[in-house]
């Protein structure tokens, strides 16, 4: 069954580093997502993308944050300068299509803490 | 923001009870999805709704979606030690994003 993979599953970094999270969605899916989860909170989003650039993002996504499909296969969430509170897991996602009824299938995450 | 309230927050039963958690909202939904967290895990979907008043069935679950299309039930038949776990509704706020309800704890007791 296809899924969306996602690496690495734990990365530990010192705060004013910049990390690079990694996906790879579902083949035949055109939509992309990431949200995050800090420990204990809701899954919150975070930004959409599709046909190469940003559909959507939430206040959250500052200008720390950016995303990138390098690739035919991969998408990427860059952090440039991490802080505490940017610990969570994060997770991509990706739908085949978009708007209302659109269903998100999920990467079993990464695990982000900023010491 | 629409907000998307879960309730209980948490339930302990035994195997072989019936439970049912609720998801609900002030605010109207295009469609609501159930996921299935496991600790450390990314959020499994279970199904989505569209029509107000919909029934779909999974097995021993089965997923009610409000007439109004403001709220929505989860029920679980008989439940078993596997069905443990977070239960998340989430709905389309705008455009593609999902907004999460903070979600159902499930422990089920063998």
């Known amino acids: 069954e296809p899924e969306v993979t996602q690496t690495p599953s734990h990365q530990v970094t010192q705060m004013g580093q910049e990390v690079i999270l990694r996906c790879v969605p579902i083949?035949?899916?055109?939509?992309f997502y990431w949200y995050r989860q800090i420990l204990g909170q809701k899954v919150e989003f975070l930004v959409s993308f599709y046909n190469n650039e940003i559909s959507e993002k939430s206040e959250i996504f500052d200008d720390q944050f950016s995303v990138e499909r390098p690739d035919g296969s991969n998408f990427t969430l860059k952090i440039r300068s991490t802080k505490l509170e940017d610990s969570a897991m994060y997770f991509c996602a990706s739908s085949e299509y978009g708007g209302g009824g659109a269903e998100a299938f999920f990467g079993q995450g990464t695990r982000l803490t900023v010491v | 923001t629409q907000l998307l309230e879960q309730s209980p927050q948490f339930l302990s039963i035994q195997e072989g009870e019936n439970l049912t958690v609720y998801c609900n909202s002030s605010s109207v939904f295009s469609s609501l999805q159930w996921y299935r967290q496991e600790p450390g895990e990314g959020p499994v979907l279970l199904v989505t709704?569209?029509?107000?008043?919909e029934v779909k069935k999974l097995k021993r679950l089965t997923f009610q979606f409000g007439d109004a299309r403001k709220d929505s039930s989860l029920h679980i038949t008989a439940a078993q030690p596997g069905d443990t776990g977070l239960y998340l509704c989430a709905g389309p706020e705008y455009g593609n994003k999902l907004v999460f309800g903070a979600g159902t704890i499930l422990r089920v007791k063998s």
């Open positions: 083949s035949n899916h055109l939509y």
């Open positions: 709704v569209v029509t107000g008043g």
